[in-house]
């Protein structure tokens, strides 16, 4: 008997026996019912493929193995996420080309993918920086545009002055440059933005209909961070003005106790005319000092409050009282309406601010049971005081009459306000896809144009380029994609512009509408756009006239299983789900929501219980597993390692376990071969089919270690040859195997004779009876002499089984006329009657 087998000679075998055949192939309107299992795919960033890959890609292989062994039509494929800012960071450090590393990546990775034995459906396999790809996320891109949902705004960026680049909000740690370590200040640049606060509610109430992780559910509903409330709005009076500044708040049923306004300094710039400078250069310094620390260093300042006075004041709109206005930055420009009323009873960052600066602090809810006031500003909800008319009122109510009131007065309305800002879509960065617009100052002249002036806007029709106007004109779909030109220079601009507008006779084109010299858009799409919509075009990977046929989505649309990373719970789903609506919303895509279900799974440590990093060197190369122990135990660890999303250290003892355990298999294999005509035991045929459904049940529910175990106490209890494995319960056993070990089970399969590949044969049904009933043999005495036997279940109740036995034929005549004086019954094993 040979006790271990050759992995690298029977894998890669069989590997291309199923390529041969094309065993994972998704059949385009079968009538089989669809499954579409997604995984994230992967970004080829010059790192192979690791552990963490290996871990969800197995795992779901398994699902998709199984589910086609169910008689289901399964969609399980993969493609690369190519562009974006790892792989231009890559290349920068290489010092070569994005497009040449990329392709490197992702042989390699490729290569990885097909040695793990994956069932993807290689036909449909997609790169985002495929021209042919591209070419669509740019038309999807125009349609926002021509909807009104992509328009150019002068917003303010992530600018490092060491390295003199725009940075992405990923690249900004701490508030510091994460290349140089140098703060990160803001400056105002034009960009493209996506209207995505226009879906907001939908994001939101649509969660209703799919089936998401409630963790995960959460994550979308704080990011859209909806907020019911009301907008006021308070005059300036001092000096006497025109002007308003209008707060968002959540509490309007702390309005009598609002003792001053504070501004954003954003917001204070729309009221420097009452703010000369001449007289309010501390106000001034302030503001631009503000200015230039971004959002995250403001919020990390929160500890210590600053702030200046205007010299302003406001009209309180109830009490007719005069309060200050501040500026302050913790107050922020992107939430509400960049203005707030200061409530310092009741709001803790108020409460602080007030301490500080010596205004009034003014209670205006009460609550015995819980408040700390004056103590500690109390926040939660109760009985209003100090409010005239409204005193006696709970907060809930009170909220609702004050907003009536406010609303009566003109001096206010109910108001939702959502955290969700919109999408800011245009990068400064060479490795990502043009943005397919084309600024024209010369159509911007024409007459006609000219005419409609009043009703067109700024940023959606036209854009202010160079202190010019230029029309803002779509490139036409014929002339799609606008393929991003080869470079030699890559890197980010100390201008702040992209790469790309360096590349003259690329920048300078003919206008699409009117034929005269104009000037390409330079920006391009951040990582996200290819990302938001790779799903649809695995439907119809090769389609030249759309971006999917609408027959083969409504076959395989909506994904009815999605996992990835918990780090791209929040914006890759959000952004996904908001492009897939609205595709919907033109009536592209048959439903309102791409993924049914949603799951995450846990990080890969390294051995050290650390996060496997080059510098720390604690990094597993998954490749040497794979060599050394085989595809099979690699996949099967990254199965049984721990509980599918939990964070699990990496440990090669574990991988040993496994390996032995497939050798223990290949083993037990050659015992039943010799023992052909031997009938399983009925306890076999038992824990066989418990093992059916445990493995079935498991697998489809996340719990893949749990399966695996099961398979090896299985195998140990063949290999303890406590029972005698037929020939058919061993097919079985091989069947239950082949989602988690491809290759040994077809190579073992092909072993007991079989000639069509084992991931082609239906999943084994358990039959639920035989798992339930454990059925034990009971002797029966009279009067201790054997006078039958019979099987009940096990742990079956003594009345039971004396009733079952006294009727028993061979029993019967013997207890005819006698009277039984004592019962006596060893559980599960005897009963003996003894007669008086
Ligand atoms: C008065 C008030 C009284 C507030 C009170 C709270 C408690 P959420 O719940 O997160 O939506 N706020 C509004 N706009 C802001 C901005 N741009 N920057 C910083 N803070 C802002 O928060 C809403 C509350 O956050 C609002 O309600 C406002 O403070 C503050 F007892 O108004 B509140
Ligand atoms: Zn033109």
Redesign the pocket.
Known sequence: MTETFDHRKIESKWRKEWEKKGLYKAVDFSKRPKRYILIEFPYPSGERLHVGHGRSYSCFDAVARLLRMQGFNVLFPIGWDAFGLPAENYAIRTGIHPAVTTKENIKTSKKQAKAWGLSFDWDREITTTDPEYYKWTQWVFLQFFKKGLAYKKEIPVNWCPSCKINLANEEVVQGACERCGTPVTRRMQSQWLLKITEYADRLLKDLDKVDYREDIKAQQVNWIGR?E?ARIKFPVVKPLSRQFIEV????PD?LFGATFLVL?PEKAQEYLELLPKREHKEVHGYIEEALAKSELQRQEETKEKTGVFTGLYAKHPTTGEDIPIWVSD???MG??T?A??G?PA??SRDFEFAKKFKIPIKEVVKNDKESNFPKEPF?GEGRLINSVRFNGLQSKEAIAKINAWLKKEKLGEPAI?YKLRDWVFSRQHYWGEPIPIVYCSKCWERAEVRDQRSGLKEGYDYAVIDGKEHKINPVPDKDLPVELPHVKRYKPTQTGESPLAAVHEWVEVKCPSCGSQARRETDTMPNWAGSSWYFVRYVDPQNKGRFAGKKKLSYWMPVDWYNGGMEHTTLHLLYSRFWYKFLYDLKLVPDPEPYAKRTSHGVVLGPDGYRMSKSRGNVVNPDEVVSEFGADTFRMYEAFMGPFDQVIVWDLRGVLGVRRFLDKVYRAHQAVGSQESVASSKELERKLHQLIKKVEEDTLSLKFNTAVAAMMGFINEVASSKYQVAREGWKTFLKVLAPYAPHLSEELWHGVGENDSVHLQKWPKFDPKLIKEEVVTIVIQINGKIRGKMEVEAGAKKEKVSEKARNLDSVKPHLHGRKVAKTIYVADNLINFVTA
């Not at 968002?248 to 509490?251: A, K, L, Q």
């Open positions: 907020s409330g968002f708040t959540t509490r702390t954003s913790f107050v922020l939430y509400g960049g707030i009323m409530v009741h709001d926040e306000d």
